[in-house]
Every structure is written in C-alpha cells, then in structure tokens.
C-alpha cells in the first residue's frame, strides 16, 4: 500500500476507545498548553493584524477566534488561532518533527469541532491522531525535509492539520486519501522566515488549509492515491530522500506522545536555546553570580541550534526569541525568562546590549556528534572577572519528556498564558472544562469560556 492509504487505514481505525488512555491523557495535557499559548499569543502586533485582515474579509460566524469576541469561519478561525499560538514561540515541541506539533492541530479541533459540536472524546482522538500523523511522516523525510530550508511545523503540520479535520469529519478510507493528496500540494513554509511574524503565521495557514483539503476531499474533491510516492511526489521533491516504511511501520507503534514523547516549553523562546537557559539559571543560582562579575560566557551547540538561533544581535522581540546570546544575557541580568521580558524595548536595553557582547555561541565538536536530530544539548562555561570558571552541560531540558513539567507547572503556566487575554473567572472556568477534556459533551463550552478581557 502507498504512504496516504496506510495513514488513511490509521486514521479510520484509530478511536478515542482504541487509543491507550495513557496516550489521551499525555495528549491532554499538551491540549491545554497549547490553548494557553494561543490564547497569550491573541494580544501580539501580528496576532491584531491578522484579525483586522479576517475581519475585513467576513466569513460564515461559526468558528470562535480565540480572546477576541467574535467568530468566522472555520478555515480563517484556525488561521487565526493557530498563528496565535506560534506568535510567542511558547508551544511545544516534537524531536520527530523538528518542530511544534499541537500548534497545527488545535485550532482545526477548536474551529471544525466548534461548528459540528464535537465532545471531549471526539476533541482528543482527533488531536491525538492528527499530531501522530504529521510526526511519523516527519521519521520518515527528515532530516533532510528540514535541512533544505522547510518549516516541518507547516510544510508536514497541513498533513496533521488534515487528519484531525478528515477524523472530525468522519472521512472514509478513500476520502482520507484525497485529502491528504490535496495537502501535499499545499504544503509550504519556510525556515528564511524565522525571527518574523511570517514564521508563526505558518502554523495559522497549515490549519486553515488542513481544513481546506479535508472538506474539498468530502465534497469528491480528487488527488494522487500515492503523492508521497514517486519522482514528482512530497518525499522527493520536498526532501530528496524518504523512509517509507519508517513512516508507515511507526504510525501509532508507539504514538509520538509516548516515545520519544513531546517537549513543554518552560519560556516563550526558541526551544534550541532552552538546555542553554537551564544551564546558565543553574549556574548563576548555585554561585550566586552576578552580572557585573562576569567577564564571558561560552556557549556550545549541537549543529541544530546554530542553524536556527540565527540572530546574534536581534534588534526585534521576534528576533530576539531566536538569539542565544538574547536568552542567555536575559536569563543572566532577570535570573528568570517569561512573557513580558520579550519587547522590542527589552532587546534594545542598554544592559542587556552589554552583556550580550560578552557571549558567544559555537557548535561543540563533542556535542555535534550527536547528530542532527535529538536533544538540544548545551554546555555553558562562565568566566567571571576575578579568574573563576564554572561549567554546566544540560542533555534534558527543564520541560523535555525526560525532565518533565509536573501538572502543577503546566496548568500555572497556562494560568500565567491566559491571564494576559482573558477574565480569572474564565481561566478557572476553563481550566475545569480542560481538566475533565474526556467528559466534555460539547466543545461549544469551552470555547465559550474564552471571552476577552
């Protein structure tokens, strides 16, 4: 059988029921993370230009924009919520992927379950399977998909993206296939756009258009049955090399959420940078190191963060997500990183300027050994005016599946995400709601309890 027909034969036979509860429960929790995500990202500058664009634009009001008091369209409420919830660089992470996987796929269960009713059940299936396409097609093409410049989070996401509307559309085996035909060709983004608001508003367009390609394919809509396949297909043209079976044999044996699992970030920064940020807290914590004190910090890389951390002197927010030497002099002059430390005003502050001047980043010849794919090992090396030295490498970092959040840190960071869009007695009240997500008997509910302030 072709790529598109196994994962058809997947999505069909995949339910809420056949999904280890495990698996539902893991999915949950990155659920929530990533709504606390859209829902802070509602109120960025690119966020309020999208908005005014979908507004002018008009739609059929049945899909809610998230924090913003009105609804449209399915197709432009996901573009909306899903590039709100890259905007911040916040959500989580996929090692399969090289990128964000929940970010793509939530905002076709807000917007196409919103207008259908889905339950709570519906909600995580889709979710679960949609997230679990996109990555074991990512196992398959990359590296190399990524190397050659592609945003993974969009140009393999549309395929998520699709699933998860094909499972809440109740798709058959044959449709599926067409959809997923019509996303191949669709598939876009690309990594130039980093440090932009271009780079979250590939998430946005792979929603809307995963949305797109499932309800043309409901309607007759055609494709190839085997564009993965074949000289002019996706793997070929988008990745120069392809794995099928690797594709094909780790659908759901075992499901991404379960190994090797998804990261949860614990700052709104560029995940390559975040070993660094926990090795550079822990140092200045343990020897109560002063900025002052400080004469130069080394940083060593694997080769993926020198590739992506392309912004040694940002001059914007959205630069600054992307430069280590940003995060690293932020976390030594704050001695934490949250939301509200990401302004133009914050970059371009003269003590952070000084500090910044004192970094470097490299990639570590023992650290690139370790390929191109995996943890973002860092090494941080401190040296203070006065002679000393001090040195931390961190492997797991604070978030990632082998150093975990707890429950706790996941819902006060979703506390923290929501309270800069919406009322307290919303976030509680869909916290409940999220908390009990299996329950749920209408999705109508939930998306209900996300009222601006």
Not at 153 to 162: D, E, L
Not at 293 to 315: N, W, Y
Request: aromatic share 8%; hydrophobic share 40%; net charge negative.
């Amino acid at each position: 059988m072709f790529v598109s027909e196994n994962i058809a034969k997947f999505l069909v036979k995949s339910t809420y029921e056949s999904i280890p509860f495990d698996i539902l429960e893991k999915a949950k929790l990155c659920f929530i993370d990533c709504l606390g995500c859209v829902i802070a990202g509602s109120k960025e500058l690119g966020a309020r230009i999208l908005v005014k664009y979908i507004k002018s634009m008009g739609g059929n009001p049945v899909a809610t924009v998230i924090a913003d008091n009105f609804k449209t369209s399915p197709y432009n409420a996901a573009m909306a919520n899903g590039t709100f919830g890259q905007i911040l660089d916040y959500d989580d992470m996929s090692s399969s992927l090289i990128g964000h996987p929940s970010v793509f796929v939530l905002p076709v269960i807000l917007a196409l379950g919103e207008q259908h009713s889905i339950n709570g059940r519906k909600a995580l299936e889709a979710f679960t399977t949609g997230v679990e396409v996109a990555c074991a097609i990512s196992r398959g093409i990359n590296p190399h998909h990524y190397e050659k410049g592609w945003h993974t989070t969009s140009s393999v996401g549309i395929f998520g993206a699709t699933s998860a509307a094909g499972k809440i559309l109740g798709l058959s085996e044959e449709k599926l296939i067409h959809a997923l035909g019509i996303a191949a060709s669709e598939a876009s983004g690309l990594r130039g756009n980093f440090g932009t608001m271009t780079k979250s508003f590939h998430a946005g367009r792979a929603a809307a258009k995963g949305i797109m390609a499932a309800i043309l394919a409901d309607e007759g809509f055609t494709s190839k049955i085997n564009i993965f396949e074949g000289e002019a297909g996706f793997c070929n043209v988008m990745a120069g090399q392809c794995n099928v079976q690797e594709i094909i044999k780790t659908l759901g044996d075992p499901f991404e959420f379960e190994s090797p699992g998804i990261s949860i970030k614990p700052y709104p920064c560029c995940g390559a940078a975040h070993t660094a940020i926990d090795a550079i807290l822990h140092l200045i914590t343990e020897y109560n190191i002063k900025p002052e004190q400080v004469e130069k910090i080394d940083c060593g890389v694997v080769p993926l963060a020198k590739d992506v951390l392309i912004f040694p002197r940002p001059k914007t927010a959205l630069e600054g997500r992307f430069s280590m030497q940003f995060c690293l002099a932020l976390a030594l002059v704050e001695r934490e990183i949250r939301i509200d430390h990401f302004t133009d005003h914050k970059v371009q502050d003269t003590d952070i300027l000084t500090h910044i001047k004192k970094i470097s980043m490299d990639v570590n010849p023992e650290l690139a050994k370790l390929g191109y794919r995996g943890t973002m090992n860092a090494i941080i090396t401190i040296k203070l005016m006065d002679g000393r030295q001090y040195t931390k490498r961190v492997d797991y970092a604070k978030g990632d599946p082998a150093n975990p959040l707890t429950e706790n840190e996941l819902i006060n960071k979703y506390t923290d995400c929501a309270k800069h869009a919406i009322a307290k007695e919303n976030v509680d009240k869909s916290i409940q709601i999220l908390m009990d997500l299996s329950n749920l008997s209408n999705i109508n509910e939930l998306t209900k309890s996300f009222c601006s302030q």
